[in-house]
């Protein structure tokens, strides 16, 4: 199991969780938090990896069970975290951190050694459980020092009450020869030494120096800290089109010195005519804080710390910045002029930044604003007959690299003219036709990928179309185009032998026989045919003629479930028969499979398309080009009767041999032979195809 914690608003609301636990038993004991909203952890731990960090108090797990302590950010980043045992079991249930920042915790223990410290109240374990109180000095964690690396050490101290005089403050550092494969140096504080009231003081008290003191030969070079604070910025939007728009800008500090940066500033400036900060920062990683608004106050934006909506330069607190790096996001509204973000910190101690800045940052190129373009003269004509062409001339266009025409069929369309002058001549396409109208648009388009578009529909006129004439639901309840269901007449393409002629409006009725006897692409309406069963093929034959260039599509739809559309599951046919250029009149298979829960207790519906157009057959209603819309009643008989045309049953040893001929039946697949022996039930014993065929069944 792994220890957790979770952080949760005042109204309940959960802000941020995490584990905390390495490859074996972990148990949390204790939360404490200090001012800045930092969260401590304590408890036990059996994992040998994971619970400490590089050059914490105790790095490595010293018995079968450990105390363990973790510090998180308010964010619920992972700060630091250090062992604590000796060679047997220890376990920690309590953990307190005072205004100093140094952290408590306490526990029992069954190890010998490695609990006490010299001078402690209590040095020599006693029996049993003993209990154990510790401190640690969050400033005062060693940090690994590795070759030709600079360290900043940040002390804290409290003199109230130290006589005057000075005092010697130095670095000790445990440094034996390093062999290859050893563990760097660790840096540790300074054997301590007394000065008035105070014992164990941190740092060197001017006696010689010890075996743990740094010691710089005379005329040595000392190794200058250099700054340890930058700050980067990166935008990565490297253009925008016009003003307001929002960008997001990601802010990138880093600290190299090992330690918690306090009470910094944060200097932004933001350029570019018109643009302001569109948030507030958001985002923070790595134990990063920055002062924050209260957004809940009804003056806001105009509270301390806020900068949403502002302009120019901005500075906000930084409480703490963590070692490493850290970020922050924050959203700019774009000026009408190049814009950009600068950062910098201020405000640093000496020991960090020689200066107390860091240094400024920019994005490299800023954000640069792009004007859009500008079309005129683009005007269209209201409508035009089907069949003709439409020519869009007399446009200018400027500040633009690109022009791009398309239509409601087309995605581009060739442009006859130049970029400054653009031309079309556009013949509106089948498709067009059947919608009746053509939508037009020309698109410029500038090196900074800013576009303006400008669009017109022309209608088309007398176009000619065949409807279905099913009852109204079949077309959203509307009775022409569009959405009712309607194909464009094309001369050599139609369903059956007979072609459709033309409707102003769809003719529905209840026996979808409004169109009267030019629906022959079935071979009767109403059709009569057999219902399948359930899970059955049901694969009807229609007729189509084809005595044109272009190659057609049949696609069907049934209303299994008689609900007034051919919109639910298996009411599509399953295939799309190609029907060739210039075939002739041909038969075609459609294949459905009935699903279950089918409706025959009264009238439903057959829908058969036929186009130049696949994908426009395929959509129930809508308009389809070149070809012709048929709708069926398929009244159901159910189940059909078997017409015997003789029957005769002899004795056969001990058993009877029968013998039958039946009618061919229409449309049906199969008869079931039951018999009995009382005529009060029967069983069926045997399924028989229905061929109209001399059958002998033993």
């Known amino acids: 199991r792994d220890a957790f914690v979770a952080k949760f608003s005042s109204a309940g609301v959960r802000q941020w969780g995490t584990y905390h636990g390495g490859a074996d038993a972990d148990e949390a004991g204790d939360l ?63 953990v307190a951190v005072d205004a100093l920042g140094s952290v408590y915790i306490c526990g029992t223990t069954l190890s010998t050694t490695g609990i006490a ?16 109180l510790a401190k640690f000095n969050e400033h005062e964690i060693g940090s690994i020092l590795y070759a030709g690396e600079c360290v900043t050490r940040q002390y804290i101290y409290d003199y109230s009450g130290v006589g005057a005089g000075t005092y010697d403050l130095s670095v000790g550092i445990d440094a034996d020869t390093v062999a290859l494969g050893d563990d760097p140096p660790v840096i540790l504080p300074d054997v301590g030494f007394n000065a008035g009231t105070y014992v164990n003081i941190d740092g060197f008290n001017g006696a010689a120096h010890t075996s743990d003191d740094v010691t710089i030969p005379p005329g040595g ?21 016009g003003n307001g728009n929002y960008v997001q800008a990601t802010v990138t500090i880093t600290n190299t010195s090992g330690l918690v940066a306090f009470d910094t500033e944060l200097l932004l400036g933001l350029t570019g005519t018109g643009a302001t900060f569109a948030s507030e920062p958001y985002g923070l990683t790595a134990g990063l804080v920055l002062a924050a608004p209260n957004l809940l106050d009804p003056a806001y934006p105009a509270v301390p710390n806020a900068i949403y909506g502002l302009a120019g330069s901005q500075t906000l607190p930084v409480p703490e910045i963590p070692p490493g790096t850290s970020t922050f996001v924050v959203d700019l509204n774009v000026g009408s002029t190049l814009t950009n973000l600068s950062a910098q910190l201020d405000s640093i101690h000496s020991s960090f930044n020689a200066s107390g800045q860091s240094n400024l940052a920019t994005d490299a190129g800023g954000v640069t604003v792009f004007s859009d373009p500008v079309i005129n003269g683009f005007t269209c004509p209201g409508s035009i007959v089907a069949g003709n062409t439409i020519t869009l001339n007399g446009i200018s266009v400027s500040g633009a690299t690109t022009v791009n025409w398309s239509s409601t069929s087309m995605a581009t369309l060739p442009n006859s003219g130049s970029v400054a002058g653009p031309v079309l001549v556009y013949t509106p396409t089948p498709m067009d036709v059947a919608n009746g109208f053509v939508a037009l648009s020309l698109t ?32 959203l309840n509307v009775n022409y185009q569009p959405p009712a269901a309607a194909s464009t007449l094309f ?7 007979t072609s459709p002629g033309t409707e102003l409006l769809a003719n529905n009725s209840v026996m979808a026989d409004g169109d009267g006897n030019e629906e022959d692409g079935l071979s ?71 699903p279950p829960g089918v409706n025959t207790a009264g009238l439903f519906y057959i829908r058969l398309r036929l186009s130049t157009d696949s994908l426009a057959v395929t959509i129930p209603y809508m308009a389809a080009p070149e070809g012709e819309t048929e709708d069926y009643v398929w009244n159901s008989v159910g189940q059909l ?58």
């Open 32 to 94: 404490a938090t200090d001012n800045a909203g930092n969260v401590y952890l304590n408890g036990n731990t059996m994992s040998p990896t994971v619970m400490s960090t590089p050059g914490a108090y105790q790095t490595a797990i010293a018995g079968l069970e450990d105390a363990f302590v973790a510090k998180f950010s308010p964010a619920g980043d992972h700060g630091w975290g250090t062992y604590y045992g000796g060679p047997d079991v220890e376990d920690s249930w309590g």
């Open 117 to 132: 410290t010299a001078g402690a109240h209590q040095t020599v374990y006693a029996t049993q459980d003993d209990a154990y």
């Open 221 to 241: 070079v000392n190794c200058p800290p250099g700054d340890q604070l930058s700050i980067a910025v990166d935008i990565p939007t490297a253009s925008s089109c």
């Open 444 to 475: 410029a388009t500038n090196a900074g990928g800013c576009e303006t578009t400008v669009s017109c529909q022309v209608l088309l006129t007398n176009v000619q179309y065949d409807y279905g004439d099913a009852p109204v639901t079949y077309d």
């Open 491 to 497: 001369s050599g393409m139609f369903l059956g032998a």
């Open 524 to 594: 009767a309406n109403p059709y009569t045919a057999p219902w399948p069963g359930p899970g059955l093929p049901f694969d009807p034959v229609v007729t189509a003629t084809n005595t044109t260039p272009k190659a057609g599509h049949l696609h069907g739809y049934v209303d299994w479930n008689a609900d007034g559309d051919f919109l639910d599951t298996l009411e599509s046919s399953l295939n799309t028969p190609a029907v060739p250029a210039s075939s002739g009149s041909q038969a075609y298979v459609l294949n459905f499979t009935v």
């Open 641 to 698: 009767p078997v017409e015997m045309i003789s029957f005769t049953a002899v004795p056969w040893s001990d058993e009877v041999m029968a013998e039958w001929v039946t009618a061919s039946e229409y449309n049906s697949a199969w008869f079931v032979l039951e018999r009995s022996a009382s005529l009060s039930g029967f069983t069926p014993i045997a399924q028989l195809p229905a061929a109209g065929m001399s059958v002998t069944q033993r």
